[in-house]
């Protein structure tokens, strides 16, 4: 099994900083793409980052500038740098990543989530 576990999340002021880690753990062979993933109250999830275990990036729109996606593939971790937050930056922020195991077999795997909001 692997398991993926998400920090970091909080309030923040407007314009404020945070930082989200996500610890992978558990049957790793080799870890591909991880992300992060957002879900705002009423709304569908939506990507906010990705990157490749080379270290190839992509962002939402609505995040470039402001966020920074990196990876230790030492640690199995992905983080996410997120400056000058808004209020609609506000939702459940998940690690997901894309594992290939032991046995040889890839699965996609989503961590519990974590809860940012953003006042103004």
């Known amino acids: 099994q692997v398991q993926l576990v998400e920090s970091g999340g909080g309030l923040v002021q407007a314009g404020g900083s945070l930082r989200l880690s996500c610890a992978a753990s558990g049957s790793i062979f080799s870890i591909n793409a991880m992300g992060w993933y957002r879900q705002a109250p009423g709304k569908q999830r939506e990507l906010v980052a990705t990157?490749?275990?080379?270290?190839?990036?992509n962002y939402a729109d609505s995040v470039k500038g402001r966020f920074t996606i990196s990876r230790d593939n030492s640690k199995n971790t992905v983080y996410l740098q997120m400056n000058s937050l808004k209020p609609e930056d506000t939702a459940v922020y998940y690690c997901?990543?894309?594992?290939?195991?032991?046995?040889?077999?890839?699965?996609?795997?989503w961590g519990q989530g974590t809860q940012v909001t953003v006042s103004s």
């Open positions: 997901n990543a894309d594992v290939t195991r032991w046995s040889n077999s890839r699965y996609n795997y």
């Open positions: 990157i490749t275990s080379s270290g190839s990036t």
